[in-house]
């Protein structure tokens, strides 16, 4: 499989994925405490609420960035597996200017962070 494959199937994957969804997986991947760090919530506790069906809704902001960290999470773990996606997020990256993809997220970087991830995916396929 092509990168461009993976990169469009992981896109695919959250596309169609509602946002309660996507925090459940999230939060069942990185925790909850970094899925509320990577959309800016002051709340550690607030994407267990985001997850339920009766829960509030993220605001958009904040949808924003759950869905950039799900395409991301998407594309590291398909190529490198959950563990090392998971240092992945939370280590320096020297794509994001030495922040890590989580405070990166936050900020709505998706370019870059898309671009960061890209690269570690190749990075993975060349050896």
Wanted: include cysteine.
């Amino acid at each position: 499989m092509s990168i461009d494959s993976i990169v469009g199937a992981a896109y695919g994957r959250t596309a169609r994925l509602g946002i309660r969804e996507i925090v459940r997986q999230l939060n069942g991947s990185l925790g909850p405490t970094l899925v509320a760090a990577l959309a800016g919530a002051k709340d550690p506790k607030i994407s267990y609420r985001w997850a339920r069906t009766d829960g509030p809704e993220p605001r958009d902001e904040a949808q924003a960035c759950l869905v950039l960290a799900h395409r991301a999470w998407q594309l590291v773990a398909d190529v490198e597996g959950d563990h090392v996606a998971r240092l992945w997020f939370v280590g320096a990256n020297p794509y994001l200017g030495e922040v890590s993809p989580v405070e990166a997220i936050s900020q709505n970087r998706a370019a870059e962070v898309m671009a960061a991830a890209k690269a570690m995916v190749e990075d993975g396929f060349a050896g």
